[in-house]
């Protein structure tokens, strides 16, 4: 029997703390990576099985370059191992794989394995699993404005004219519902640049867990705080 999701469509999840998962215990850094991969893996399933509608994971960040490149290759080398291994697994289960940011700025294999994946999956609708890579939401609202720029010079649109709608349109979640509960772990109190026109009315909860310890017992932790909250929307 599916646990209970208190309306939750959309659930976004920003996947902190494999470093220190792995210092704690003494291990490389790049095992905590591979074991966050299998938490990634963990929670989609449960995800599903629970019947959210949308998960989105903040998986490599556009300021995720600054790291130390060995660490950035630990990390495209785990990419490219899970978009292999589960893929036939998305298909089996019903997932849909969306990619937001640029990923096409990737290695060309990983683009390739990215949009055969995309196209793969294209006609699945249990669940959509999007995937945050080379994502910033301040980049991607810069992307948004520079489209919406380019109608307002082609004449489709007049500047007064320019709605809330028009720039959520224009953003790399038009076609996800709207967001939900933005989960965080490893106890950091900040959005880090994830979804910030998204997160406008979501809810927010922070979790001291790591995230590699992050399984279906927390998510539903999260869930249950996300039931207890009355949301107004700034109405009143």
Known sequence: MSSPTYGVRHIAIIMDGNGRWAKRKHLPRALGHKKGVEAV????????????EVMTLYAFSSENWNRPQEEVSDLMGLLRQYIQSDIDEFVENGVRLKVIGNYRALDSDIVAMIDNAIEKTAQNSKMTLAVALNYGAQDEMLRAVQHIAGRVRSGELEPEAINLSDISDALDTADLPP??????????????????????????????????????????????????????????
Do not use: C
Not at 197 to 224: C, G, H, N, R, V
């Open 179 to 236: 967001l939900d509960l933005l989960i965080r772990t490893s106890g950091e109190l900040r959005l880090s640049n994830f979804l910030l026109w998204q997160a406008a009315y979501s809810e927010l909860y922070f979790t001291d867990a790591l995230w590699p310890d992050f399984d279906k017992a927390e998510l539903e932790k999260a869930l249950q705080s996300f039931g207890h909250r009355e949301r107004r929307f700034g109405g009143r």
């Open 41 to 52: 893996r963990n929670i989609v399933r449960v995800a599903g099985e629970m019947g959210i």
